[in-house]
Nanobody, 120 residues
Framework: QLQLVESGGGLVQAGGSLRLSCAASGSTFSINTMGWYRQAPGKQRELVAGISSGGSTNYADSVKGRFTISRDNAKNTVYLQMNSLKPEDTAVYYC??????????????WGQGTQVTVSS
C-alpha cells in the first residue's frame, strides 16, 4: 500500500507564501509522476503542478511563475512552494502519485488534502 500525507496548508494574506509537503510511505517503489491538485468549492479538481521522477515539471498557467514543485526521491517527498498567493488560490490541495499497475495502466494515489486559504 501507498500512503500520502500532506502538510503545510494554512491561512495567509494575499502576496504571502506557503510551502506544502507531501510524504509518501508504505510501498513507494516505482512511483513515477507526483503532483499537486486543488479543488475549490463548486469547482472541479484541477492539476496545479506535476513532476516526474526525472525532475521534469509542468504547471497550470494560473500558477506559472509563482509556484514551484520539487521532489526528494530519497525521502519520497514532494513539495510545492507557493509565492505571491492570490485569493483565487484558495482551495483544498491534494497530493497525487502515479505508478504503473501490474497488468498495465496507471494507479493514482491521493492524500487527504490540506486547506489553503488566502485572504484579501
Amino acid at each position: 500500500q501507498l500512503q500520502l500525507v500532506e502538510s503545510g496548508g494554512g491561512l495567509v494574506q494575499a502576496g504571502g507564501s506557503l510551502r506544502l509537503s507531501c510524504a509518501a510511505s508504505g510501498s513507494t517503489f516505482s512511483i513515477n509522476t507526483m503532483g499537486w491538485y486543488r479543488q475549490a468549492p463548486g469547482k472541479q479538481r484541477e492539476l496545479v503542478a506535476g513532476i516526474s521522477s526525472g525532475g521534469s515539471t509542468n504547471y497550470a498557467d494560473s500558477v506559472k511563475g509563482r509556484f514551484t514543485i520539487s521532489r526528494d526521491n530519497a525521502k519520497n517527498t514532494v513539495y510545492l512552494q507557493m509565492n505571491s498567493l492570490k485569493p483565487e488560490d484558495t482551495a483544498v490541495y491534494y497530493c497525487n502519485a502515479e505508478r504503473g499497475a501490474v497488468g498495465g495502466g496507471i494507479y493514482h494515489y491521493w492524500g487527504q488534502g490540506t486547506q489553503v486559504t488566502v485572504s484579501s
